[in-house]
Structures are given as structure tokens and as C-alpha cells.
């Protein structure tokens, strides 16, 4: 069970409404590290291969995730997507380019799918050497679960522009693969579309149980 073209979940970017107590948050209690500034965003490492796992961005008074970015599995992938985002009831918001302004670099396009959620997809983003997991630290993201009030068109669209398959499907969630995690993207079945939770692979259970707690 896997997609041809993407290969996992590269990084997720938030809105928050205040930065300074968002990196705190993730920095102290979650561990992460600062991998890069910019004007009115932040960018967070784990200890795996990705540049960064999280990009924070000052928004409003309402938190709210502004894209999912996956990493497809070699650069024709992504101009393989850009043909197929429409057909599939999607709207195209930036064809694929040069992600200069990115610090993890590399190319991408980007795209909603029918109820507004925002998707990006690259290739060839700066992978770095892994470093040695610590303890209590994130090394990867693993998932995000979108909340969804049309389970089944959502799926649909997964499938048809990201060629994610349906690995289980419970009364409450669709889970979607791509690649070796059981799950990389699932749905929550809801009466909303905004972002249910996103969660990182940790180096051991002893980090999983301590991160619950924390
Ligand atoms: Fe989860």
C-alpha cells in the first residue's frame, strides 16, 4: 500500500496567535529545536532528516493550520499532481517553482483541495544527517489528522491527486497511507474542517508516555 508519488509528511505550518509563547511551548515542552527565523515566522527541528517539522507563523486571535507540505517521491511527481489537482474538484494556488524563500529549499507547488485545506508538496528539500534520538525529543512527524464534514469526497481527493490508499476506516476516522506508516494523513469524521491533531514519531514509549504527561 503505497502512493507513487509522495512518500511521507514532510512538515506542518500553523497559524498561532502569539509566537513568543508558541516557541516556548515547543521548545520547552515538546523539545523541538530552532532551525531557522524569519520575519513573523518560526521554523522547528527535530532530530531527524528534515530541515524542520513545524513553521509557526504569527496569525490572529484563532489558531489554525495554514498547509499540510508532503514529500513527493521524485520532481516529476509534483508536475504529475499539478495535472491532476483540478480534475479531481482541487484548486491550484501556486504551480510548481523554486522554493526559494524556504529555508529547507527545493521545488514545490501548492493547492486546496475542495473545502479550502491547503496542501503543499516538494521535492528535493535540504535532508540533513540525522542526528543520534534523545530522549523526550521529537525525530519526525508521522501523521496529521484533518477534521472533515465530507469524509468520503475528501478521501476521494486524497486518493485521486495524491494516490494515498485507505489503509483502516473506523466510525470516527478514515486513516490514509502512502508509505511504510500505517497512517500518514487521516480524516476525522466531524461537522468541521480544520485540523484535528498532528503527531511525531519519538524515540521510545518511555518519551511517548512522558510527552502525554507533559
Ligand atoms: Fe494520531
Redesign the pocket.
Known amino acids: 500500500m503505497s502512493s507513487p508519488w509522495i512518500e511521507g509528511l514532510r512538515s506542518v505550518a500553523l497559524y498561532v496567535p502569539d509566537l513568543v509563547k508558541a516557541e516556548d511551548f515547543y521548545t520547552r515542552t515538546w523539545r523541538l529545536d530552532v532551525a531557522h527565523r524569519g520575519e513573523n515566522v518560526l521554523y522547528l527541528r527535530g532530530t531527524g532528516q528534515d530541515e524542520y517539522l513545524l513553521a509557526l507563523h504569527q496569525g490572529g486571535e484563532v489558531p489554525q493550520v495554514r498547509q499540510v507540505t508532503l514529500r513527493a517521491r521524485h520532481r516529476e511527481a509534483l508536475h504529475v499532481i499539478q495535472e491532476r489537482v483540478a480534475a479531481a474538484g482541487g484548486t491550484l494556488i501556486t504551480a510548481v517553482h523554486e522554493l526559494t524563500r524556504d529555508p529547507a529549499g527545493g521545488a514545490g507547488l501548492k493547492f486546496k483541495d475542495p473545502d479550502g485545506r491547503v496542501f503543499q508538496v516538494v521535492h528535493g528539500d535540504v535532508r540533513r544527517s540525522a542526528a543520534p534520538p534523545v530522549k523526550d525529543k521529537p525525530i519526525r512527524l508521522?501523521?496529521a489528522?484533518l477534521n472533515t464534514h465530507a469524509v468520503d469526497e475528501t478521501q476521494v481527493f486524497l486518493q485521486e491527486t495524491l494516490g494515498f490508499r485507505l489503509a483502516d476506516r473506523t466510525g470516527i476516522m478514515a486513516f490514509m497511507n502512502c508509505d511504510r506508516d500505517h497512517h500518514t494523513l487521516?480524516l476525522g469524521i466531524s461537522d468541521n474542517d480544520a485540523l484535528n491533531?498532528i503527531?511525531f514519531l519519538m524515540p521510545d514509549a518511555d518519551s511517548v508516555m512522558r510527552g502525554a504527561d507533559a
Open positions: 508521522t501523521h489528522v487521516a491533531h503527531a
